[in-house]
């Protein structure tokens, strides 16, 4: 496999650089981490341990927010800093401004979605093999013509 990685070519190689620094993201990570994490609670959790979801949702991005705020970090550099060979380049204010917002916008998302769904049930239909062969319309089913 690395004989086949030589033939690469050179162009994709300034695309997709082999030093990108994952430490520079690790919030967005974190947040991505949490997400699935959400994901398997709602897929395995009894009904009745269903409110713990939104609970870690919240705990784990006050837990991100604390993390993105703190300088001097690979994440939060006191010096703008390009990252990903140029890709992304991070300075203190824009980079700590622009996690803030997404990840308070994150968080009023999750205590909406407690009460929108607490007012309005999502729907659940269970699908049966009945509901998969409909009936044809009045418009289209075929009637004798007279003549």
Same mark, same amino acid.
């Given at each position: 496999?690395?004989?086949?990685?030589?033939?690469?070519?050179?162009?994709?190689?300034?695309?997709?650089?082999?030093?990108?620094?994952?430490?520079?993201?690790?919030?967005?990570?974190?947040?991505?981490?949490?997400?699935?994490?959400?994901?398997?609670?709602?897929?395995?959790?009894?009904?009745?341990?269903?409110?713990?979801?939104?609970?870690?949702?919240?705990? #784990?991005?006050?837990?991100?927010?604390?993390?993105?705020?703190?300088? #001097?970090? &690979?994440?939060?550099?006191?010096?703008?800093?390009?990252?990903? &060979?140029?890709?992304?380049?991070?300075?203190?204010?824009?980079?700590? #401004?622009?996690?803030? $917002?997404?990840?308070?916008? &994150?968080?009023?998302?999750?205590?909406?979605?407690?009460?929108?769904?607490?007012?309005?049930?999502?729907?659940?239909? $269970?699908?049966?093999?009945?509901?998969?062969?409909?009936?044809?319309?009045?418009?289209?089913?075929?009637?004798? $013509? $007279?003549?």
């Amino acid at each position: 496999m690395i004989s086949s990685l030589a033939n690469i070519d050179v162009a994709f190689k300034a695309l997709a650089p082999r030093n990108a620094d994952w430490a520079s993201i690790l919030p967005e990570i974190c947040v991505a981490g949490l997400a699935l994490f959400c994901l398997v609670q709602a897929m395995t959790l009894p009904k009745s341990l269903r409110w713990l979801i939104p609970t870690t949702a919240r705990i #784990g991005l006050a837990l991100v927010m604390i993390m993105a705020l703190q300088g #001097g970090t &690979a994440w939060n550099p006191a010096e703008p800093t390009a990252f990903f &060979a140029g890709l992304t380049k991070l300075s203190a204010d824009s980079a700590q #401004g622009i996690r803030v $917002t997404f990840l308070l916008s &994150a968080l009023l998302t999750s205590f909406l979605a407690v009460r929108f769904f607490k007012e309005r049930p999502a729907p659940l239909r $269970t699908i049966t093999t009945s509901s998969w062969s409909s009936p044809r319309p009045s418009c289209c089913s075929r009637s004798p $013509t $007279t003549s």
